[in-house]
């Protein structure tokens, strides 16, 4: 069965860091695109971060960008979201998600961060960013 597994979150002082974790199992993640969520509160949920399977490129949100870093691990067939400099308004319940490149139009364009554009989730994780 396909699964992505989140695990990582917690609770975090403003300015502080964490790393969160998507781990695949039941297929590797060479040849799939992967893209963080979150969803706060009362917010709808918004993408994130993704990662290119074809050339590993990357895009971030602009409220983001600069503060957070997509990676991955294949030979631990995982992927990262590096968390800088959080902020209260970081707090959310952030997912990995993951769309096979055979599916795309275009596997060779850049990574989506629409949640529509991803078919398999994981669980979730809570990330809370307070004094």
């Known amino acids: 069965q396909l699964q992505l597994v989140e695990s990582g979150g917690g609770l975090v002082q403003p300015g502080g860091s964490l790393t969160l974790s998507c781990a695949a199992s039941g297929f590797s993640l060479d040849f799939w695109f992967i893209g963080w969520f979150r969803q706060a509160p009362g917010r709808e949920r918004e993408g994130v971060s993704c990662i290119s399977s074809y050339d590993g490129s990357t895009s971030h949100a602009d409220s983001v960008k600069g503060r957070f870093t997509i990676s991955r691990d294949n030979a631990k067939n995982t992927v990262y979201l590096q968390m800088n400099s959080l902020k209260p308004e970081d707090t959310a319940v952030y997912y990995c998600?993951?769309?096979?490149?055979?599916?795309?139009?275009?596997?060779?364009?850049?990574?989506?961060?629409?949640?529509?554009?991803?078919?398999?989730w994981g669980q979730g994780t809570q990330v809370t960013v307070s004094s």
């Open positions: 998600a993951a769309v096979g490149s055979w599916t795309l139009a275009d596997a060779r364009a850049m990574c989506s961060r629409q949640q529509g554009d991803y078919d398999l």
